[in-house]
Structure formats: C-alpha cells, structure tokens
C-alpha cells in the first residue's frame, strides 16, 4: 500500500515541494512546519487498504485530531459539505482524489466529478481540480489495452498529486511576494482560516503572515474568530498557537472598533472564488472589513492562487453565494440560543467589490491594483516569472 501524505515545506517558492512518502518508510512520518499537527489534513491509501481518503476532521478542531475516511465519493462530498475538508486549495486537491477514488473503484467517473462540484457551489477550486483529475483519466483511458482503466485511475492520482505539488509551491511563493505589503512592526487583522490546514503548502494569507512573523515584522495577529462555525476561533488560532505568533481572538463585531483605534495595519484574508472583475467571494464578514478598512485608510490584501480565479464569472452577480443551515446560527455547539423555529439568515460568504481591495497577492505576482486588467494578465501569463515582488506587481 502506498500513503500519500500531504506534508507542508516552509522555504522559498524553488524548494516547496509536495511530499508523497511511501508507507513504512522514515519519511512516512508527517514533517510540517511549526504549526504542526500530527495527522495530516489529507492522506490518499492506495489498495489494498484503500482506495480512500483520509481526512482530518477539521469540525472537530481544536479538541481532537480525528479522521474521516472515504471510501466513496458520496461519502467524500458529504465531508466537503460537512467542512470535513475545506479551504479553496485543499478543497481543489481533495476534489481531484475523489475523481481518483471513482477510477479506482469503476464508478461513473464524470457523474463522480459532477457530484464533488457541486458539494460546495462558492469554492471554484473544487470543480477545478475534479476537472483537472478527470481530464487526465479520459486521456489515459484513451489507451488501448486491458489494463487501460487500472492505468487511467493512476493518472488520476498522478493528476492530483501535480495540483498538491503546484499548491505547496504557490504557497510559498505567494509568502515571498506578500510579505513586501507587510510593514515593520505590523498588526494584522485576519480572518477565517487560511493556513496550513486548507493547503499543501502553509496557506495563503497565513503563509504571509507567517512570513512576517519569521522576518521579525510580526507585532501582533488579530484574529476573527468568524461566524458562523468559529473557523478563526477555532482553527487559526490554533494554528497561530502552534506556530508560535503574538494574537489575540476578537468577536468579528469588534474589528471595527480596533481599525478605528488604529489598531491594526493591515488586514489578510484569503478567497475562494475571484471573478474576472476582481471581485472576492470569502467567508462571510470578508465584505465589511474591506468596507471598513477603506474607511480608515488600511490596506486590505486578499491572497490566493491564480487557480483561484473565475474567469468565466464576469463579477459578483455571477458568483452564487453558498446557504448554510439555520442550525448553525440558531445553535451553538448543539445547543439551541434562539428560540425554537426561529429563521436564520446564513450565507457561507459574501463578495467585495474589486475597488476595495489593495492587491492581491498569487504564486504568479501582485495584482496592484486588483482589476480585469490586472488578472488577465495573472491569467495568461504575463508576468516575470523571477525577482523581487516590485518587479511582478502590475500598475495600471
């Protein structure tokens, strides 16, 4: 049997690396940064233990390290609804192993790819990497020969193992470039969670401000604690104790407040979904601290991977925004605080408007400022592939 592991490096863009360790090996054992945790948030097992894949149960953070194991799609899209996995990069990897676990099992491959995109409609990674996994299946199947769906399902590990590989890289790139936006002695207001524990890598806007912290630019990290499933309560504050960061947890109502006391210097989110017009669908709250911190003057940096980006969603009208149950709002921790039959109001998230963002920071450069301009040109390639971040930002 063969365990792959997504394993987390902590260099640069050239030496991030994606680690598959065969089982019973000495590299079998999860090596990730300071942050660490002892189960690994995503784990594909080959036969004959397998197929499946082995996630983290994130819902259960920061009590325990527990694991959901699927060993069908059904059973895989019922975790991503669930926020078993989630994390628009991670969400993208786990999307392209379920195409695998179809092929492995010789289920209906396309009608598994369809099902997996659908489990979250705002996160666009997940279509994104079930896609990709999916193409490289029916371009093995191609082949002609007996053992032809045996070697389709390996390619679409092989697929998804490439989008893990590309994702702890990006990673590490979008650290390198982001933290030229981080001033000295910063106070950075976050939220949600968008560290190691929704990449291959370490994260996205976590990976900056882990960069800061590392580059002795990191003052204090105020972290949302982000309703409606406490994702900054319970996961990025998990991860900034782990990591060894200043931070301090704040009601999502509070950041107001400390931007008008001039608490904070910059605020870092991440995105699930970009549109072509530069507009950010992320965890919902995102909108009012943008709203907030173009009233008192602070930049507000979204970072996420080129993969990220809709090019097919011309702007915010074309993003549909994700309903979660009621329950999640009318209780808390099972236990009911509204009154019985009570309605909630519950998107997952909510968009911002391009003019609001500072830049955006990707694998691929600083988009400055954030426009269809500047991200057709993320998209097609347009940028310098090396040197300093102020050589791959795009003034328009």
């Keep these: 049997m063969d365990r792959y592991e997504i394993g987390y490096s902590s260099g640069t863009a050239r030496d991030a690396r994606l680690r598959a360790f065969p089982a019973g090996s000495r590299a079998g054992a999860v090596s990730t940064h300071t942050q660490r945790v002892s189960?690994?948030?995503?784990?594909?097992?080959?036969?004959?233990?397998?197929?499946?894949i082995a996630l983290l149960d994130q819902t259960r953070l920061p009590d325990a390290e527990t694991v959901v194991t699927c060993r069908a799609v059904p059973a895989l899209v019922d975790a991503v609804a669930r926020l078993v996995v989630r994390g628009a990069p991670l969400l993208g990897i786990a999307g392209a192993f379920g195409v695998a676990l179809a092929a492995h099992r010789d289920d209906d491959v396309r009608g598994a790819a369809a099902a997996i995109e659908r489990a979250r409609p705002t996160a666009v990674n997940l279509g994104w990497g079930a896609r990709r996994a999916l193409g490289a299946y029916l371009r093995a199947l191609q082949a002609d020969g007996p053992d032809a769906k045996r070697q389709a399902a390996r390619a679409a590990v092989t697929e998804a193992l490439t989008i893990a590989a590309e994702d702890a890289a990006a990673s590490a790139a979008m650290a390198e470039h982001g933290l030229a936006l981080v001033p000295h002695e910063a106070r950075v207001l976050t939220h949600c969670n968008t560290g190691a524990l929704v990449s291959a890598g370490e994260g996205t806007a976590f990976a900056v401000i882990l960069a800061a912290h590392r580059a002795g630019r990191l003052a204090r990290l105020w972290v949302d604690e982000t309703r409606p499933l406490l994702q900054g309560a319970r996961l990025t504050a998990y991860e900034a104790g782990r990591a060894g960061l200043p931070h301090a947890l704040l009601?999502?109502?509070?950041?107001?407040?400390?931007?008008a006391a001039g608490e904070v210097d910059i605020v870092l989110t991440g995105a699930d979904r970009i549109a072509a017009d530069g507009s950010v669908a992320n965890k919902v709250g995102t909108y009012g601290l943008a709203v907030l911190a173009h009233h008192h003057g602070v930049p507000f940096v979204v970072a996420a991977p080129v993969s990220t980006i809709d090019f097919a969603a011309g702007g915010r009208r074309d993003i549909k925004v994700e309903q979660r149950p009621d329950e999640e709002v009318t209780s808390f921790a099972g236990t009911p605080v509204a009154p019985p039959g009570s309605a909630a109001h519950n998107p997952a998230f909510d968009v911002t408007q391009a003019a609001l963002v500072t830049a955006l920071v990707t694998e691929r450069g600083i988009a400055r400022p954030v426009n269809a301009g500047t991200l057709h040109d993320l998209g097609t390639g347009r940028w310098p592939r090396e040197g300093a971040p102020t050589d791959v930002s795009m003034e328009r």
Excluded: C, H, M, Y
């Excluded at 009601?251 to 931007?259: C, E, F, K, R, Y």
């Design 39 to 52: 189960i690994p948030a995503l784990r594909w097992v080959d036969p004959p233990e397998g197929p499946a």
């Design 251 to 259: 009601t999502d109502s509070a950041a107001a407040s400390l931007l």
